[in-house]
């Protein structure tokens, strides 16, 4: 097969299917999200988005269980969401290969935190993989799931945002190896974790845990790469490339294999090094770790490196003491670009209007986490997926509302509340809570690239089967075949939980929205849903032509609306850019004064 030019997760994907995998599950998040929707264009494989991380780990637990290798998808805090059945199935170990990719996001370029991942290999003592480029991605994916069967034990596939989105130049086999589905018996000891056959099983992980650190030591996964002995570095994945070309004469122990860790290796290593360094973001992973082996570790003489953030060849030049290449100094006075609602998002006016009630939002994971910037500073919280419901009822418990003087509001989309905000619609609802809950629903999982979602019923094969040309009937039958998602009614799923008021709202009429804050928000004897549904403008694209603005008062209504069609004219004046602008009518809303009209109004 032609070498490709592939992201890290498109490899992944390509090494999967070459594997054998059958099955794949995940949720969409950035950085891991394009794996899967690459996996589903390959024949022979089934793929599908999952609720949640957990409901994605627990499917592809029972698919690997029942003889079908299986990779599971998701991003760093998605690994914190599967951790209850991440930690259970390192015990009970697989039947056919089981593979997580956890993809890491240093520096927070889409993320509520950073964390590194591979914590949680050690944590539960499970082989973790690090690639360092698209060709090691694509192979260390086909070989995780033959180390999965051969340790009986699933893996952990680790990448950073670095590793998932560059590309770089693969040469993939491109046939499929033949991975026949492996036979099912019941095995009650094996895989019923009551506290009896849990004890037997943690002495099996302990033997595992042996078999794999005599396999580390001789593993290919790791090399030794002697160069100049006065500085040795140990470092994995993406960094490896930065440290090579920041410190072109360092030798470098590459850890391909980073956990379980080679204690002979790297003491090997170190006593062939004067000094030896480690190069790691985000955490003290490998530093603690090859400390605890009476390895001395030098620090870098310079300045010590980036303790979070993306860690560059620039800042190990830094951190060494190297001459930094010279550059042009950046430019000047250049205008800020903060990221906005796009032009007719259904979300803008449900924020001004919050934000006109003087509202306190708890907020959650999403697109309209920018309700938090300027113009519309009207979201005071947003800590994890689902958390927004939650924390609105325990601001109710602190009396928040009564002391403050302004309503609690929470505020969720509708692919986080089916994630992981129907437990906690649910908490509320048992524990009598009251106040007002509003559902976003823009038809879409929109911050990721628009994949389905429960709400919407749109899945993972059909969305793949629109817009694939790679994919038709003939070629992929049993895709095709499956039923149609089934999309979840949200006005029954509340009234069924016991929600007290539940109201359906054009999330693109103000005065309807208006209406809908104020009947809720002014009551404290109940609890009350509004959904808020609008289709998100990269699911309906449909547009007409822009307004017209005459007799402008200068108020700046309109431009508090924060649309990026939206601006001021030298004399104060607003004026719309029709390049922009979809003709969605929230500004001729906006406008007191009826300045802002169709043509054919």
Known sequence: MARQLLSGNEAIAQGAWEAGVRVGTGYPGTPSTETLENLVRHKDVYCEWSPNEKVALEVGIGSAMGGARTLVTMKHVGVNVAADPFMSVANTGVNAGLVLLAADDPSCYSSQNEQDSRTYAAFARIPCLDPSDSQEAYEFARQAFALSERFDTPVMLHETMRIAHTRTMVEPAGTREDAPLRDYASQPQKYVMMPAFAVGRIRATNAREDALLDYAEKSELNRVEMRDPKVGVIVAGALYNHVREALPNASTLKLGLTWPLPPKLIRDFAASVERVYVV??????????????????????????????????????????????????????????????????????????????????????????????????????????????????????????????????????????????????????????KGTLCILDNRTTAMTGTQGNPVNGLTLTEQAARVSPLIDAAEKPSMLDRPAGKPLDLVALCKAIGVDEVEVVDAQDLKAIRRALKAATSHTDMLSVIIFKSPCRLVDRSTRPAPKITDCRKCGSCIQIGCPALGKAEDGTAQIDPTQCIGCNQCVQSCPFGCIAFEEE
């Open 280 to 433: 790691e973001e985000t955490c003290r992973y490998f530093r603690t770790a090859i400390a605890a082996m009476g390895v001395e570790l030098s620090e870098p003489p310079a300045k010590p490196l980036p303790r979070s953030g993306e860690i560059f060849p620039s800042d190990i030049q830094a951190s060494f003491g190297e001459a930094l290449p010279g550059h042009a100094a950046p430019a000047k006075d250049l205008p800020p670009r903060p990221p906005a609602f796009c032009a007719g998002c259904p979300h803008r006016l449900v924020y001004c209007e919050l934000r006109r009630i003087h509202a306190i939002v708890t907020g959650d994971i999403g697109c309209y986490t920018l309700g938090a910037v300027a113009p519309y500073k009207s979201v005071d919280s947003v800590i994890d997926m689902g958390a927004s419901l939650s924390m609105a009822h325990g601001m109710e418990l602190a009396g928040a509302p009564e002391r403050t003087g302004r309503p609690v509001v929470g505020v969720i989309g509708d692919s986080t509340f089916a994630h992981s905000g129907i437990t906690s619609l649910l908490g509320t609802v048992y524990n009598g809570g």
